[in-house]
Structures are given as structure tokens and as C-alpha cells.
């Protein structure tokens, strides 16, 4: 049977200021690893955002969107699917969120989404008609701490980003205790990170709808590296 890996947290340096792989570079470097499927979940936040605060709304988000627009034109000559996810962080929030479903034109009708709390955010996504799903990242990383759980629709309990203790085993009990998706991701910056997280299914992923139908039936098990 058929296999099909899938990373749900990675960086590009083209948008991510931390990240130092190029989103064409980090493309191809995962389907050599064998890997089927990635989302790029690049830092929506405001040391990003208040770099490029004189331009319009617009132009401030296609900088933003420039690393998934590369890798999406890369992608789409491989046969390697490349879906739009964010990794948001909040003004007066330590934590940080990976969102899955979100689509461009939510993003350009909404600006500056870090100037919202979690709570404003999740009436914001729930509002919208697709399917947009929250998960917090690494939330026993220092200074960090699990969210309300009725905000979240998971965790991702294994980090796999050797240069920080993200005590995943703690943020698999929480999950666990109440009662929250479990992902997985690389959080992918360097080439060290490699496909060292995200998830398996047996089902082929053809869209963004497929992946959040199998994100929330939880039809996967977790990469561990």
C-alpha cells in the first residue's frame, strides 16, 4: 500500500528572516527525501510586517507570499503538491500558531492579523466558510505554554528542530489529556532540519481540502526522526 509523507512546518528565507534555504532550494530538497507534500508555514508576524509598514496592505502581503509563490511555481513542475499555511504570532502572545486553510484572499482582505488575539482570530477563522484549521507549534518551547484549548484544534507535539528543547513529550501529554490533534513538523529553517517531522497517510493528497479532511480525522501517524 502506498505511502505519502507529508511536512506541515517549514520555513523559506525569502520570507522567513531566520529561515537561510532558498523556498526553491527547500522544495526540491524534500522531494528528494521522499516526501510527497509540504506546506510552507513562514513567520506572520511583526518584526515582518513593521519592516515593510510604509507600503500598502498589498504590496506589504505579496512580500510576505513571495517564498509560497516561488515554491508553488517550483512545486507544480515536479509533481509535488506545495500548500499556503502561516505560522502567526500575536503582539502581546509568547506563543506561536501554525494555521492551515487559510487562502490568499482571506489574507488580503484581512491585514495585520498579529494585531489580533488568539480568541479574535479563531472568530475570525470560524467565521469563514472553508475549513481553517489552528494548531499551536511547540508549545512547551521556552517562554512558551499551552493555549486554551478550546481555541485549538491541536498541537504539534513532536518539533523536530535540533536547536531547541521543545520537551515534546509534554506537549504529547497535554494533547493527550485534552483530548487534541497531534501533528508533527521539521520546523524546517536549515538544512539540518530536513525532514526530520511531519506525517504519513496512505491517502493521496490532490488538494488543500484533502489535507485538512485527513488533519482532522487524524488519518496519519506522526514522523519522529
Known amino acids: 500500500m502506498s505511502e505519502y509523507k507529508i511536512e506541515l512546518h517549514a520555513h523559506s528565507s525569502e520570507s522567513s528572516r531566520c529561515g537561510s534555504i532558498k523556498a526553491e532550494d ?22 515582518f510586517f513593521d519592516k515593510v509598514k510604509d507600503l500598502s496592505w498589498e504590496e506589504q502581503l505579496e512580500k510576505y507570499l513571495k517564498g509560497y509563490k516561488i515554491a508553488k ?58 475549513k481553517i484549521l489552528i494548531y499551536q507549534a511547540h508549545p512547551y518551547r521556552k517562554g512558551m505554554s499551552p493555549a486554551a484549548d478550546y481555541l485549538l484544534d491541536g498541537l504539534e507535539v513532536y518539533n523536530g528542530n535540533r536547536r531547541h528543547d521543545s520537551q515534546n513529550e509534554k506537549a504529547h501529554n497535554y494533547a493527550a489529556e ?15 532540519d530536513l525532514a526530520r517531522g511531519g506525517i504519513v497517510t496512505q491517502h493521496k493528497i490532490e488538494g488543500i481540502r484533502d489535507l485538512l ?13
Open 26 to 47: 527547500l522544495v526540491k530538497k524534500y522531494q528528494r527525501a521522499g516526501y510527497s507534500a509540504l506546506v510552507l508555514t513562514d513567520h506572520y508576524y511583526a518584526r
Open 213 to 225: 479532511q485527513i488533519l482532522e480525522f487524524e488519518s496519519y501517524r506522526l514522523i519522529k526522526s
Open 73 to 130: 511555481k517550483v512545486a507544480a513542475e515536479m509533481d509535488f503538491n506545495l500548500f499556503l499555511g502561516i505560522e502567526i504570532k500575536f503582539n502581546d502572545d509568547p506563543n506561536e500558531y501554525l494555521v492551515y486553510g487559510l487562502e490568499e484572499k482571506i489574507l488580503f482582505e484581512n491585514p495585520n492579523l498579529h494585531q489580533l488575539n488568539l480568541e479574535k482570530f479563531k472568530e475570525l477563522t470560524d467565521s469563514q466558510s472553508n
Open 178 to 192: 485534552h483530548q487534541l490533534k497531534m501533528i508533527s513538523g521539521s520546523d524546517f529553517h536549515e538544512n539540518e
